[in-house]
């Protein structure tokens, strides 16, 4: 006999048989008494969520939309601009029209200088049924338009734009990125990662988290077979041509900054395992907010049962084994879901609180300010720098070259949301999975990458899952800086943000399980070591 949600029992074509269902079929609660707890545990966790510390309102920005009337230190793109590329007045008050009433009709009055549309800005109100509201997270305002912080983030893009053909592996004995370690010690205010106190070929362009400066740049999560279902997939990906970059004329810029709609790509037809930071920029211009997280969940799993956490309560159960919980169906979901939500957070930061500008708008008024076309209050670090003076040997302009042909999205920059759902992906991974686990077999691409090697560093026998998820993170948003469309802080940021979004869900979720367990464990980027309990 069947058993309806209601504890009747049906008969083969759905009707009831009045018969009452025995509590043994339905579980230790009646039908009344389950919604009545599942009816309390919602009430108790949105109180809960109601009364976490609230941000202070109205949020910090970095002061630059009150400083400037012209808005250049502000995010303007797809809207109309002058032949400076900086914003008309009016489309400006539109769009602070639209975001501060909220109104679909003002968002829809929002005049375009193009074609090309604004992307999700309402996304900055959307509510969410678990974890914490996206309104209640914070971040520090970004660097300012004048600061020597954002000048040395700029000059950071300009040099991974000059290097984005130079293979990971030859970092320690590439010529240029030996100018880009000197340029970017010789930095008033540069706060990437550093030993002793300087930038190194083995620390340029990635992050600070724990084990991102270790071994090879490319985490091996984006680089080992993936089993997918009955594929086995390989990781090699449809790159682009070396040397092809763009928007490094005024008009081409100017065009993209109007939202005129982009030119097509120039593809390479061999598929290649990603090498150098065009490859990894062109990773991260296709993917989807998933895709790196599924694949290392995938990867981690066929590691076996000694690759989950040791709090996960089917470790060592002699009798049941992990799925719906606590298994790959429970981790597939639960990435899925704080990626997007992470994407609510990042939205309402990017439009509601800062609207920063793109590294490609900094990059025009760089440009203008070099050739007399206008002033600007730009620091000295990024005007003087040895990489805006190669970009111009080069191209003709200052502009910053960009690996995309649109450049970036049509969306402010701070924080990135690749960032956002990379940091909220993988603090779910770390929640369920071992960090402390040792890769078996670490591979690197060859100098082609049309194949994999061995790899053979000296921490090939320690590399761990955590510090592979920490390295695949920055992955995901530093090969966004190398694509020219974001800064450093916007990344970092993102995944401290998103980091934040995954572990107010774990608090939620733990209350759900009907398994006994002592919380979900995990390192976090700053790496502190917690207990969601």
């Given at each position: 006999m069947a058993v309806s949600a209601t504890g009747l029992g049906l008969d083969q074509f759905g009707a009831s048989t009045e018969t009452t269902a025995k509590a043994a079929e339905v579980g230790p609660l009646n039908d009344p008494d389950r919604r009545g707890a599942a009816l309390e545990l919602k009430g108790r966790r949105a109180k809960i969520n109601r009364i976490s510390p609230i941000p202070s309102f109205p949020q910090p920005d970095n002061g630059d939309e009150a400083a400037f009337a012209s808005r250049i230190g502000n995010y303007s793109k797809g809207l109309p601009h002058n032949a400076l590329g900086e914003v008309t007045p009016a489309a400006y008050s539109a769009l602070l029209t639209a975001m501060t009433t909220g109104l679909t009709a003002d968002f829809n009055a929002i005049p375009l200088g193009g074609t090309v549309k604004q992307t999700s800005p309402q996304s900055a109100f959307k509510y969410q049924l678990e974890g914490s509201d996206s309104h209640q997270l914070q971040l520090p305002p970004a660097p300012a338009l004048s600061s020597a912080w954002?000048?040395?983030?700029?000059?950071?893009?300009?040099?991974?734009?000059?290097?984005?053909?130079?293979?990971?592996?030859?970092?320690?004995?590439?010529?240029?990125?030996?100018?880009?370690?000197?340029?970017?010690?010789?930095?008033?205010?540069?706060?990437?990662?550093?030993?002793?106190?300087?930038?190194?070929?083995?620390?340029?362009?990635?992050?600070?988290f724990p084990g991102d400066t270790t071994g090879h740049y490319v985490s091996q999560f984006l680089l080992k077979q993936v089993p997918y279902g009955a594929f086995q997939l390989d990781q090699k990906i449809r790159t682009v041509m070396p040397g092809v970059n763009f928007m490094t004329t005024y008009s081409s810029w100017l065009n993209i900054q109007n939202g005129v709609a982009a030119g097509p790509d120039s593809f390479d037809t061999t598929p290649r395992y990603i090498r150098n930071m065009r490859d990894l920029g062109e990773y991260v211009h296709r993917d989807f907010p998933v895709q790196a997280a599924l694949n290392a969940a995938l990867i981690i799993l066929t590691f076996g049962g000694g690759a989950l956490d040791s709090a996960n309560p089917y470790v060592g159960n002699p009798t049941q084994a992990p799925f719906a919980t606590f298994g790959g169906p429970d981790v597939f979901d639960l990435i899925g879901r704080v990626g997007v939500y992470s994407l609510y957070a990042a939205w309402f930061q990017k439009w509601s609180v800062h609207r920063r500008l793109r590294p490609e708008a900094y990059g025009g008024l760089v440009h203008n300010h070099k050739t007399g076309a206008a002033t600007y209050p730009l620091h000295p670090d990024v005007l003087n720098s040895t990489a805006v003076a190669q970009v111009f040997s080069q191209n003709g302009t200052y502009l910053l070259p960009m690996a995309f042909p649109e450049g970036s999205p049509t969306h402010p920059a701070y924080p990135a949301g690749h960032g956002a759902f990379a940091g909220a992906t993988i603090t779910m991974l770390k929640a369920f999975f071992k960090e402390s686990f040792v890769i078996p077999n670490p591979v690197v691409p060859d100098?082609?990458?049309?194949?994999?090697?061995?790899?053979?560093?000296?921490?090939?026998?320690?590399?761990?899952?955590?510090?592979?998820?920490?390295?695949?993170?920055?992955?995901?948003?530093?090969?966004?800086?190398?694509?020219?469309?974001?800064?450093?802080?916007?990344?970092?940021?993102?995944?401290?943000?998103?980091?934040?979004?995954?572990?107010?869900?774990?608090?939620?979720?733990?209350?759900?399980?009907?398994?006994?367990?002592?919380?979900?464990?995990?390192?976090?980027?700053?790496?502190?070591?917690?207990?969601?309990?």
């Open positions: 954002e000048a040395g983030e700029m000059v950071e893009v300009y040099w991974m734009a000059l290097t984005r053909d130079v293979n990971f592996t030859d970092y320690a004995t590439d010529p240029t990125i030996a100018q880009a370690v000197a340029g970017l010690n010789a930095l008033s205010d540069f706060r990437g990662p550093k030993i002793g106190g300087a930038v190194t070929p083995q620390t340029i362009f990635r992050s600070s100098s082609t990458g049309t194949a994999l090697v061995p790899y053979t560093g000296p921490d090939a026998g320690t590399m761990t899952i955590g510090q592979e998820l920490n390295k695949l993170a920055a992955n995901i948003f530093r090969s966004r800086d190398g694509a020219g469309v974001h800064w450093q802080t916007d990344g970092v940021q993102g995944a401290l943000l998103g980091e934040q979004v995954a572990i107010n869900v774990l608090k939620d979720l733990k209350a759900t399980y009907n398994e006994t367990f002592a919380g979900f464990s995990l390192t976090k980027f700053d790496g502190t070591t917690i207990t969601v309990a």
